[in-house]
Structure formats: C-alpha cells, structure tokens
C-alpha cells in the first residue's frame, strides 16, 4: 500500500511570505503528526491531528497552524515566515491515537526561505 | 517533562564491526522507547520500540536494544554492521497519555569504513 506521501517535496520561499504544506496520510490512518527538523533544534513536536482535531500541540508560535480534513489529510500552514523556519517538514500517520499503532513518516518538504 | 540525549553525534566504525549507540532518557514514568533510522533523504524508518516486558527488543535489520531503567538508557545495537547502515539513528521517548507525540534525541550519524 502507498505510503505518507508530503507534497511538495521542495519549497523556496521569502521572508513574510506564507505557506501550506501537504500530508497524505496512508489509506485507513486517521492520524497525523508534524514534525519540524532543523541542523540546530533537531527533531521537534508541532502538532498532531486525530479525526479532524488538534489532540496535542508542540511549543511553536502561533504562526504554525495545521488542520486536517475529513478524509484525513492534513495541511500545515506557517504564516509570515522567517529565516529560521527554513527546516525539513516531516509528517508521520498512524492508525490511532496511542502510540501502540507505529508511526510512518512520509519523505519530508524542504523548506527554504531566503 | 521528556527528553532524550544521545551523547554520540558521529560514530564511524568498520564494516562487520560491532556497534552501540547510546540513548539516555529523562521521563517520570514508564517511558515508551523508539529507535528510527533516517537515510539522506528519506523520512524515518522505525527500527523497534519497548513497551514493557522483556528489556531486550529486538527490531529489523538485526538491531536489538536493551532497556536498562537503573540506567534511564536504551541503547541500540548491531552485532555486525553493514556499509547499507550508515545514516542517521535517532531515539525518542513518547508518553502513555500524549498521543502520538514523540521526543526525539539530537540524532547519531554513522559512518562506516570499508
């Protein structure tokens, strides 16, 4: 079965602009995580959508948002972007909501703000 | 709150050598433990995780970790490592009650030597 697919997969954007980024989740999984992956802050916690809800939410500014749809996609959106949001995107599906049911994570968007 | 430290950022060993990679964990209660392995490129792949039970788990690949609470690590291991498994490994820690959120350490990137 096809995996987590992130679209798109390379992005490059200036200051102030925003952006939405894409996550399919695998077909039958109604969660989805984010996650932010940067050389200087490593791995980090955004958000995590369950049946079209924020369930838990990580210590980003409010110019990351997110939501999810009713088919279970996910979109991430961040707003006024800044130099430091440059980072690998990362989104990971799961069946349910406890981590019992293993996470897949998709390839990733790169994003670049200039 | 979590966190994860893995104290190795580069390790570079021989094919066929013998590997460990360190993971210390800071969490109040029983942690839920993961491995992934991220190739260039790539998103995360999982290589196993603990629960409960038996301390040593093991995963795909050939690698196995041990779960050592006095010692609040989780380390991985490979008896003989092969040139296909240079990447990088990151371990994380996730909660009982937090959904699908993860913690993740820093990251160890392998290199091995021909």
């Known amino acids: 079965k096809a995996g987590v697919t992130q679209t798109p997969r390379y992005l490059i954007k200036t200051r102030g602009q925003q952006v939405t980024l894409s996550c399919s989740p695998i077909s039958g999984h109604r969660s989805v995580s984010w996650y932010q992956q940067t050389p200087g802050q490593g791995l980090q916690f955004l958000f995590e959508?369950?049946?079209?809800?924020?369930?838990n939410k990580g210590n980003f500014p409010g110019r990351f948002s997110g939501r999810q749809f009713s088919n279970s996609r996910s979109e991430m959106n961040v707003s006024t972007l800044e130099l430091g949001d440059s980072a690998l995107y990362l989104c990971?599906?799961?069946?349910?909501?406890?981590?019992?049911?293993?996470?897949?994570f998709g390839p990733g968007t790169r994003l670049t703000v200039l | 709150a979590q966190s994860v430290t893995q104290p190795d950022i580069h390790i570079t060993v021989s094919e066929g050598a013998s590997l460990e990679l360190r993971c210390n964990y800071s969490y109040g209660a029983t942690p839920y433990l993961f491995w992934y392995v991220q190739s260039p490129g790539q998103g995360l792949q999982l290589l196993l995780k603990y629960f409960s039970g038996d301390t040593l788990v093991q995963g795909i690949k050939g690698f196995e970790a041990e779960f050592k609470r006095s010692q609040s690590s989780f380390n991985l291991r490979k008896p003989s490592v092969h040139w296909s498994d240079a990447a990088e490994y990151f371990c994380?820690?996730?909660?009982?009650?937090?959904?699908?959120?993860?913690?993740f350490g820093g990251g160890t990137r392998l290199m091995v030597k021909p």
């Open positions: 994380a820690v996730g909660a009982k009650n937090a959904g699908n959120m993860l913690t």
């Open positions: 990971a599906s799961s069946l349910g909501q406890v981590l019992y049911n293993e996470q897949f």
């Open positions: 959508y369950f049946s079209e809800t924020q369930r």
